[in-house]
């Protein structure tokens, strides 16, 4: 191709993504897209994988990027095309996922007249993408796009949409390679680079004087690149400080490591939430006191100061005032805080953190986690623990989908690695997980991906078993059966007099014939004799697979911290009773 | 250990909501203004007045004028929030500046019926140097222009005068800093 060669619009859609390394894309054709599909007929750089609702297509974009660290990108076409991803784009913003939605929209001239399948995307997706464009000059599509996954992956990441009237996509222009373009470094936003040295030495001053002091680390870390789990576990190893980590931040430190206190929050460990209120210190490294994490905020960790690592600057002093805070890009901060420790030959004394160590591990003697297996019904935490026993040997990826089957695959699988663990945390979205064990899949073709599902959540988005099936992507979707939609249930149960009120799944299908009908497998344990075959039945086959496991219908998530609740009032059984005081404040929260 | 570490829950907080003006450079493009408004009411924030205009045809830069209300955690917060928009190149509390200036245009249309009114409406005028824009028989428009308080004031000053009818437009303030 001459350099001043014209392209079409659609032409340059592709160039540009061949030009971005995209490998793979998630999409449904539909009339305002037809010119790009056409352009993607008989071109094999890039894979396309069709979904059969384009909320699949998002989802499944989401577990490509956070799989992989790389953009997820997908395609769809206008009007219901595009309606279908709001949610998903939504979900992508509050986990600072990066994903590029391209969408179709009807020709120009035909914008504002209510045509077929038109509607206002750019105004409906505005509040829930980091940006979005309409195209309405040929000329500056490849610059559009090439600016679009560039705000996507830098700071903190975020979906991008694209939306191309299809008159553009059939017009011609020349088009311009990502190498020829220059970014507008207001536009972009990408962290700073440059270390606080201030923020760097208190922080080495107040770790030294601390008693209490423990890490409280969230998807940020994540989100800045495997070196900053690295420095993490370098800094904790140096520091000997005990570490927490938020839903998302499951796997910057290996959950099997004795710092590790597992996680905080809701349904966090009882050492890990204590550790937060009673400590003199808090060191936060990109998460962002959410409000399943802090619980009731005037009672959020009283007595201590707190330091904030957050590339978003809003994040800072948003729901908690913290004393001290750096936007620095959280791996330059963590590798020259170890580069200091090393340089000045600062040590940390064994012995300095020895009575928090040892109040740690009274609190942890409390074995919050335990659960009573019978011989016969299968307990939730049971399955997941031997889910984890006979899996974790393998490269494993696990997303899930959002209710107790969440929260307990956040309690009871360890994970030791970042990227491995794909999970709706803010949006809280049912239906994510096996679209996104499909795009975790695609990315990762050689790994074993499970979707840890409840019954409830995975009818939601059902029909991407075809997809599974259709690529051959071997996706496991482990469904914890209670016939219940069960954190509803079990809020009902605590805060609403147990009047169950339509949270019982009825009609439920058979799942094992649904993978059948879908030509997938269907497997099944009704009780604890059948878990493991079931398991080892489920990992082996080559193929996507349904396993249903019948689990104990009334079982509760706990630790609790319920709503309006602080992390010194945790609920650790069914035996423990709420504060009706906070009860009646905590029932107008969600 | 630092005091500031104890924050009381917003439902038992009284409040110490504050004015302030906002100024906000952006890229001029579809939907900027959207992008802005919609983070107010998306985030329950308010918007008391606003402006907006090109200011730099060469660049392609408008700035935004907006009055807020609210306490300092929340302004500084609105603030982190528009600077991640992305044709947003900056955006500033004109309160944290050293020196800033603050002016406010408003045009008057006022309806009168007799003499006495009338020499009210003028004594007003004088002593405020309200600029004369159109007069006619019982009718008369005047631009006003400064802090959007000297204008309340005069607004103010004009309601005392029993019978006329007043109808009138404001830019809401805008603002320079140094």
Not at chain 1, 45 to 70: D, M, P, W
Not at chain 1, 327 to 349: C, H, Q, R, V
Not at chain 2, 67 to 77: A, I, K, M, S
């Amino acid at each position: 191709m001459s350099i001043d060669q014209e392209l079409t619009g659609a032409e340059i859609v592709l160039e540009a993504l061949k030009d971005q390394e995209v490998d793979t894309i998630f999409g449904y054709p539909g009339g305002a897209v037809l010119p790009i599909y056409d352009a993607l007929f008989g071109q094999n750089f890039l894979k396309h994988v069709l979904v059969r609702q384009e909320a699949g297509a998002v989802h499944a974009a989401e577990g490509y990027a956070r799989s992989s660290g790389k953009v997820g990108v997908l395609l769809v076409t206008s009007g219901p095309g595009v309606t279908n991803v709001v949610t998903g784009l939504t979900d992508a913003l509050m986990d600072s996922i990066p994903i590029v939605c391209f969408s179709g929209q009807v020709p120009s001239h035909l914008i504002g007249t209510d045509a077929f399948q038109e509607c206002d995307t750019t105004g409906i997706t505005r509040p829930c993408t980091k940006h979005n464009y309409l195209v309405k000059d040929i000329n500056k599509l490849p610059e559009i796009i090439h600016e679009a996954f560039e705000i996507a992956r830098s700071g903190r990441p975020g979906p991008v949409l694209i939306d191309i009237p299809k008159d553009i996509q059939f017009a011609k222009s020349v088009y311009k390679k990502k190498s020829d373009v220059t970014f507008k470094s207001h536009r972009i936003k990408s962290g700073s680079k440059d270390i606080d040295r201030v923020f760097i030495e208190q922080l080495i001053n107040h770790i030294k004087k601390s008693q209490k002091p423990v890490f409280y680390v969230g998807g940020g870390c994540l989100n800045s690149g495997p070196q900053a789990s690295q420095e993490l576990m370098k800094l904790v190893q140096l520091t000997n400080i005990p570490i927490t980590t938020t839903l998302h931040g499951l796997g910057c430190y290996p959950a099997e490591d004795e710092k590790s206190l597992g996680m905080l929050g809701m349904h966090g460990t009882y050492e890990a939430n204590l550790s937060m209120n009673q400590c003199d210190l808090m060191i936060n490294v990109g998460a962002r006191f959410d409000d399943r994490v802090t619980g009731r905020l005037d009672a959020f960790s009283p007595n201590s100061v707190k330091f904030h690592f957050d590339i978003d600057k809003s994040s800072i002093n948003k729901n908690v005032k913290v004393d001290y805070h750096t936007n620095t890009d959280i791996t330059f901060s963590l590798k020259a805080i170890n580069e200091y420790i090393e340089s000045t030959g600062i040590t940390f004394d064994e012995s300095q953190y020895k009575n928090w160590w040892s109040q740690i591990n009274e609190w942890r003697d409390k074995n919050c986690l335990h659960y009573e297996q019978s011989d016969e019904t299968i307990k939730p935490q049971h399955a997941i623990s031997r889910l984890y026993q006979l899996t974790n040997q393998k490269d494993t990826f696990v997303t899930t989908e959002v209710g107790q089957h969440q929260m307990w695959a956040a309690q009871y699988y360890k994970f030791a690695k970042p990227n491995r663990w794909i999970t709706s945390g803010g949006l809280g979205t049912m239906g994510f997980g096996m679209p996104a064990a499909i795009g975790a899949q695609m990315a990762n073709p050689n790994s074993l991906v499970i979707d840890i599902a409840g019954e409830a959540s995975f009818l939601m988005n059902v029909q991407e078993i075809a997809t599974a099936v259709q690529y051959k992507l071997p996706i496991k979707i482990f469904i914890l059966n209670n016939e219940y939609m069960g954190m509803v249930r079990q809020w009902q149960e605590l805060m609403h007099g147990s009047r169950y009120s339509e949270s019982y799944v009825d009609a439920l299908p058979d799942f094992k014939k649904l993978a059948e009908s879908f030509n997938a497998v269907g497997v099944r344990a009704k009780n604890l004799s059948e878990l493991d075959d079931a398991i080892n039945e489920m990992v082996s086959v080559d193929r996507p697979v349904i396993a249903d496991i019948w689990i104990d219908k009334k079982e509760n998530c706990f630790p609790m911290i319920p709503s309006g609740a602080s992390h010194s009032e945790m609920l650790l059984s069914k035996y423990d009773k709420e504060n009706p005081e906070n009860q009646k404040k905590g029932k107008v929260l969600v | 250990m630092s005091n500031s570490s104890v924050y009381p829950t917003p439902l038992n907080t009284f409040k110490q909501s504050k004015r302030s003006v906002l100024s906000v450079i952006v890229d001029n493009e579809p939907g900027i203004l959207a992008r802005i408004t919609g983070l107010f009411s998306g985030r329950g924030y308010n918007i008391e007045a606003l402006n907006v205009t090109v200011v730099d045809i060469k660049d392609n830069l408008s700035r935004i004028t907006i009055e807020t209300l609210g306490e300092e955690r929340v302004v500084n917060q609105i603030l982190a929030q528009l600077e991640k928009l992305v044709p947003v190149h900056s955006a500033i509390n004109l309160a944290n500046l050293k020196e800033s200036y603050e002016a406010e245009i408003c045009l008057v249309k006022i309806q009168f019926e007799n003499e006495q009114q009338n020499n009210e409406i003028l004594s007003f005028a004088d002593i405020y140097r309200a600029r004369t824009v159109q007069k006619r028989q019982l009718l008369v428009i005047y631009e006003i222009s400064g802090t959007s308080e000297r204008i309340n004031k005069f607004l103010d000053d004009l309601h005392t005068i029993s019978g006329i009818k007043v109808e009138k437009v404001r830019s809401g303030p805008i603002g320079l800093g140094i």
